[in-house]
DNA sequence: ATAAAATAGTTGACAAAATCAACTATTTAT
DNA sequence: ATAAATAGTTGATTTTGTCAACTATTTTAT
């Protein structure tokens, strides 16, 4: 990245922290005209969100004065907000919890909360609110954790085939394979034309493409072809490296031999090429047995064509 | 959208602002450890970014007590950040204005500002970098203003297709015919089809595809085919709706016309259906003429399919 | 085992930040 | 010309947050 762009991004980043500060009202002491200070419902949310946490804990979370603190605290016990238990192998701390009023005036304020946030959303249609969703979804997996992966359970796995996930499917093809291993332009028309001649012969009942999708992203995907005579070609299958590493290919292979199970396939096989070894994998660890390799030069590439095949277990 | 999603993007919001709170570091009271309050400083930046305000016009955009703020006001004269200028119009208010060294803190403040961003980037990949960059574009674009129109400065121009191109035209293409026309799969695997022939005579000399990007986003495109012996046609013309009505429709096809010209191709036509209201206006006013119309059942639809044809003008 | 150091929390004194209400000076409306 | 409204100021007060000294308990070092 050039100093430049380097200096418009974090003018960028600074203008969208002005912007969210004025959002998120954070400038007002109390917290929905409510007689509590914003400080005060920041406790009041830690107590509730870490149960069985002390003092300290609460102190090093919101990083509040000790004295304040034992202030406040008391405040709440006071006001029949909050209730402390010793600790019975600490005789220094108690427990925090939040008491049956506590928990009403948690709740209200999330719910002063959230009108706040349909306000904001008012104005936009299902799409852009969609849209929103997504982007901060992808903002906090982003800046959340060191490196910022997605989990698991923020991917959601469908199947059919909606506008635009033909393009998608493509799109990331050939966005993922010129990224690792250079394909050219070449290879994203030979997706093309794979998609294309698919599509001539799809059959909802027989074939089958599953599409993860991650904060409205595509992460992943794979397919499952019916060839007739009991035989089935799988395609398509990959995961984008940044969902990589959480379970996300294991699980689109389960969806996938799940299916050939129901459909009663007899044998699954696939192509690659050697360059795809996590694919690779994936596909061992499935009952996949490697029955061909062919040298090639393909998408501007030497490359090994490899066969894939399956057998699958028939009767019951 | 049923009440469940509501809830569920409600509460992914909420989590982002909760996230983003912290995030910000708005808790401290002192920015950046200076002998500024954040409402100092939130005061000394609005002077800065609206020139020639008034007390009243602060406390208004800040929210802040009209005392509390004469008092802070006197204090940053004191300290010789900030002068008044009575106005002449009006006896009881004066402009506020920053001073050299106010500035000087201003810039100050924007310095730990960014070391403050960089330090948030800091783990991330440079492509990482840019996702955050573009998902709080996003973000900000659309809740800022009612509707959430991004301006044609935001969107930047390019030709030449970069790996996932391709598959993104096809998406969008999809995506926007399916919504706005209920145009099924049919219609993606159509414009699949028409790049999948058009890659395999795609001669980076003679053929162009322009596309628009927007905060990561395909925004719009358009593209010009050489057909031999001085006749082009234009494809793939589309523009997402939420990019509509910012004249990026004519800035493409102002792209796609300059570049006729200087391939001096002496006729371009094209084809379109007659639903396709919002750009026939575009050929129209480039100088295009309807030269056929007839009735066609594509796509689910009965339509008309309608040729477009523009005589260039020739010689200097 | 025992003294010293560290930790959890409390309390008093105080400073900073924000609010409220009464006030002056000026402009606008009737 | 007078009343009402507006822009800003000031004093009194409350709320919010900080600092340092303190007690009670637990951990560490010797």
Redesign the interface.
């Known amino acids: 990245?050039t100093q430049e762009q380097e200096a418009t991004?974090?003018a960028?980043?600074?203008?969208?922290?002005?912007?969210?500060?004025m959002?998120?009202g954070?400038?007002?002491q109390h917290v929905f005209d409510s007689e509590y200070s914003l400080?005060e419902m920041?406790v009041i949310?830690e107590i509730h969100f870490n149960h069985q946490t002390t003092a300290t804990g609460i102190r090093e979370a919101?990083?509040i004065d000790a004295g304040y603190l034992s202030r406040l605290l008391r405040n709440f016990e006071k006001k029949g907000l909050v209730i402390k238990h010793p600790l019975p192998e600490d005789g220094r701390s108690s427990y925090l919890q939040l008491t049956a009023r506590g928990k009403k005036l948690m709740a209200q304020m999330?719910e002063l909360?959230?009108m706040q946030?349909?306000q904001?959303?008012a104005?936009?249609s299902?799409e852009?609110?969609?849209?929103?969703?997504h982007?901060?979804?992808?903002?906090?997996c982003?800046?959340?954790m060191?490196?910022?992966r997605p989990r698991l359970e923020d991917v959601e796995i469908r199947h059919g085939?909606q506008?635009?996930?033909?393009?998608?499917?493509?799109?990331?093809?050939?966005?993922v394979?010129?990224?690792e291993y250079q394909y050219d332009?070449r290879f994203?028309?030979y997706?093309?034309?794979t998609?294309?001649e698919f599509?001539?012969t799809y059959n909802p009942a027989k074939d089958r493409v599953w599409l993860a999708n991650c904060f409205g992203e595509l992460a992943g995907m794979i397919a499952i072809i019916h060839k007739g005579r009991g035989r089935a070609q799988l395609r398509w299958f990959l995961i984008r490296p940044e969902f990589r590493g959480i379970g996300l290919g294991r699980a689109l292979m389960q969806e996938a031999m799940d299916f050939c199970r129901a459909q009663r396939f007899r044998e699954v096989y696939l192509l690659t090429t050697n360059q795809q070894q996590t694919a690779a994998g994936i596909y061992l660890k499935a009952g996949f047995v490697k029955t061909a390799s062919t040298p090639e030069h393909l998408w501007g590439q030497d490359v090994y064509e490899e066969r894939y095949e399956l057998k699958m277990p028939t009767g019951s």
Chains 1, 2 share one sequence.
């Open positions: 990245m991004m974090i960028n980043i600074r203008q969208f922290n002005r912007f969210y500060t959002q998120l954070l400038l007002q400080t920041r949310y919101l990083n999330n909360s959230d946030i349909r904001m959303l104005d936009l299902v852009q609110r969609r849209q929103v969703g982007a901060m979804n992808k903002v906090r982003l800046l959340k060191p490196g910022g085939l506008p635009g996930d033909i393009g998608d499917i493509i799109r990331v093809h050939g966005q394979y010129a990224e332009l994203e028309q997706v093309t034309e998609l294309h599509l001539q």
